[in-house]
């Protein structure tokens, strides 16, 4: 029986300590808290980097490190006589390929480094100075918190998550819920191929992040942070430690709390970030109700990404109109990502709209001959180059049938076959998809399949259901993963029909 003081929201930090989830480990957890073994192994073997533990190292098959020769890397280490295991996403495709060694420490085999913009006026300015005197912080304690929320209103940050939600609406939320007990969430879990900006941010800027979360709590009324960060941002993570020490006296009246992830891409979206948070499967709950009304631990939960919560500090010092200002078609500065072929993959801080030829030509330049690019990780799906003028921002992206996401742009050359790469992003999907919804489960094996066979056998025939599970996974999904499984193969077959036919 489950003991009465049984902490269920630590049992996966157990099986961590423990080892990963072994016959050991998990009658050692269910000794500890009562909890049902059948329970703590369903749990347990949810997450990639609790499975089979051992030493091996992760080799990343995100899409830019497919195009920069992550299958022959796999082949060269296993004949080396290493252990390799092929994982979904390190975040690192600036450096592709790229993979983690036995340790977890980043080992890369690009002959770059990252690159970041040089020091600028913008919200972020990643390359500037490191401010520890949290005066936006002390400035809003002197504010009413009504007008915090209207200086975020009238700066028109959008969640830069993905789905690009106005902020104030949250932040106005959850100060209308009669229920006092509250959460602020960072979610850091950023595990979509193509992006890496979380990392850099809280690399080179984390108090940044630390002081729109105090500012946050301070409005909501919260006491308790969460930082969700993904298991592989091993140096991130210590990022976060040393910043928080090191800002101790201004954040005091705060309790932060950092947590791992372990290795499920799917416990970025909120719910699913819930769950793993309160130790279970991290499996997307049905919405409504919204984390704001029903969070962590059903109470109201404010829930931003990295990069949105950053930028509060600097909307407090110069006021909302100042970061409106800071972009071209929509509001403030963003974080770019990218990677694949140009000269110098990175994070680069841009106003918000610049077009692909902008942020190229600030990555350096195209190589080769461009004949693709995906704006907004793997969700986002294919553009032909003839968009390269489009706007990156959330409305022109999504009038042209796709994203900007979290702004994971990859640029693709003509040495890389578009059936291929719809098939490398269809791969993630399957093994990311939570397994939840028949339509996801099913749908993304049924497709990644069929475009193998295609890859194989050259005929088109083995597409012709692609496009109608496509349709049931969309209309028949709890989350944006399945909603958005499909769109690599479909986009690439409308932009790039000449990949999609007869092959001898
Ligand atoms: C499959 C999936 C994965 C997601 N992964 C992330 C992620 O890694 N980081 C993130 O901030 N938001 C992610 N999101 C979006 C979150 O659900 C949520 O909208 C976001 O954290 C809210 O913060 P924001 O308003 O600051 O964007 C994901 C959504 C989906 C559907
Ligand atoms: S759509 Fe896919 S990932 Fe999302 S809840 Fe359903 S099965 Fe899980």
């Known amino acids: 029986m489950q003991k009465p003081n049984a902490n269920r929201e630590k049992i996966i930090e ?5 080892g990963g989830v072994t016959e050991d480990s998990v009658r050692e957890v269910h000794e ?9 192994w369903g749990t347990g073997l949810f997450y990639t980097l609790l499975r089979e533990p051992g030493q091996r190292i992760r080799l990343c098959d995100g899409l830019t490190c497919q195009m920069f020769g992550a299958d022959s890397l796999a082949m060269e280490l296993t004949e080396a006589g290493k252990a390799v295991e092929r994982v979904s996403c390190l975040g690192q495709c600036d450096l592709a ?5 036995e340790a977890m420490e980043l080992v890369t085999y690009a002959k770059h480094k990252t690159a970041i913009s040089p020091p600028n006026e913008l919200a972020m300015n990643l390359a500037g100075e490191v401010d520890l005197t949290y005066s936006a912080l002390k400035k809003v304690k002197e504010m009413s918190p009504e007008d915090v929320i209207a200086a975020l209103e009238s700066s028109g940050l959008q969640g830069r ?11 106005t939320s959850l100060r209308q819920q009669a229920e006092t007990e509250r959460y602020v969430i960072c979610n850091a879990d950023e595990a979509e191929p193509g992006t890496f900006k979380d990392r850099e941010l809280i690399l080179r800027q984390a108090h ?4 729109g979360l105090a500012i946050a709590a301070h409005v909501i009324e919260a006491k308790e942070i969460y930082i969700y960060i993904r298991g592989e941002y091993t140096n991130e993570y210590r990022a976060i430690e040393r910043a928080l020490e090191d800002s101790k006296a201004a954040l005091q009246e705060f309790e932060f709390t950092i947590v791992k992830g372990h290795g499920a891409y799917i416990c970025g979206e909120e719910t699913a970030l819930l ?3 309160e130790g279970k499967r991290g499996m997307p709950r049905l919405k409504p109700p919204y984390p704001t009304e029903s969070g962590f631990r059903g109470k109201p939960s404010l829930i931003h990404n990295v990069e949105t919560i950053a930028c509060v500090p600097s909307i407090i010092h110069r006021g909302g109109d100042w970061f409106r200002s800071l972009g071209k078609t929509e509001a403030g500065s963003k974080l770019y990502c990218i990677s694949g072929h140009v000269v110098a993959p990175g994070v680069y801080e841009l106003p918000l709209g610049v077009s692909l030829d902008e942020l190229v030509a600030a ?3 195209y190589v080769g001959n461009p004949i693709a690019f995906s704006p907004g990780g793997a969700s986002s799906g294919f553009l032909p180059i003839a968009e390269r003028g489009l706007p990156l921002d959330y409305k022109h992206l999504a009038d042209a049938g796709s994203m900007l996401g979290s702004a994971g742009v990859v640029v693709i050359n003509d ?12 791969e993630f999907f399957e093994r990311e998809s939570c397994g939840q919804c028949a339509p996801c489960r099913i749908g993304t094996q049924y497709i990644r399949r069929q475009v193998d066979q295609f890859i194989q056998l050259g005929d088109p025939v083995t597409l012709a259901m692609t496009a109608d599970v496509g349709w049931e996974m969309e209309e028949g999904s709890i989350c944006g993963l399945g909603m958005v499984a499909a769109k690599p193969l479909e986009s690439a077959r409308k932009h790039f029909p000449d990949a999609f036919k007869t092959r001898d």
Request: glycine share 12%; hydrophobic share 50%; proline share 6%.
């Open 14 to 18: 157990l099986l961590e300590h423990a």
């Open 32 to 40: 500890q808290t009562g909890i049902p073994e059948a329970d703590i």
């Open 97 to 101: 390929p790229a993979s983690l060694d």
């Open 161 to 171: 998550g993905g789905a690009g939600f106005p902020a104030h609406f949250k932040w």
């Open 208 to 211: 940044k992040m630390l002081e």
């Open 275 to 277: 769950e793993s948070l």
């Open 363 to 365: 990555a350096g330049g």
């Open 415 to 426: 040495t890389v076959d578009m059936a291929k790469a719809a098939a490398w992003q269809l």
